[in-house]
Nanobody
Framework: VQLQASGGGLVQAGGSQRLSCSAS????????VGWFRQAPGKEREFVAT????????YYADSVKGRFTISRDNARNTVYLQMDSLKPEDTAVYYC?????????????????WGQGTQVTVSS
């Protein structure tokens, strides 16, 4: 499966942005999907994940209450709604699909990765 992340850009602190992750080549068939991010000079870190059915979500503490992950399986797309953005949210955001229907925060659980989209939050 090939993933395409989009929706990044420049936003002011306190603002909102929505990222999209679309699959091509095959559907997100029974795949959990996660979002990760990587800031300059830092390791890639977990942000959020959603189960195949959408009934299960899990967030990093740093984004809990501000970010919301959702999915539309009919459109083969997963979203990350980011509100109350902070400068420390600046990073390249990646979406990834797991082999299982439920995923966690470990990068090793995710098999397929998109190319990333840059999010820059100005203060």
């Amino acid at each position: 499966v090939q993933l395409q992340a989009s929706g990044g850009g420049l936003v002011q602190a306190g603002g909102s942005q929505r990222l999209s992750c679309s699959a091509s080549g095959r559907t997100f068939s029974n795949n959990a999907v996660g979002w990760f991010r990587q800031a300059p000079g830092k390791e890639r870190e977990f942000v959020a994940t959603i189960s195949w059915t959408g009934s299960g979500t899990y967030y990093a503490d740093s984004v809990k209450g501000r970010f919301t992950i959702s999915r539309d399986n009919a459109r083969n797309t997963v979203y990350l709604q980011m509100d109350s953005l902070k400068p420390e949210d600046t990073a390249v955001y990646y979406c990834a699909a797991a082999l299982r229907s439920v995923g966690g925060k470990d990068r090793q659980e995710y098999r397929y990765w998109g190319q990333g989209t840059q999010v820059t939050v100005s203060s």
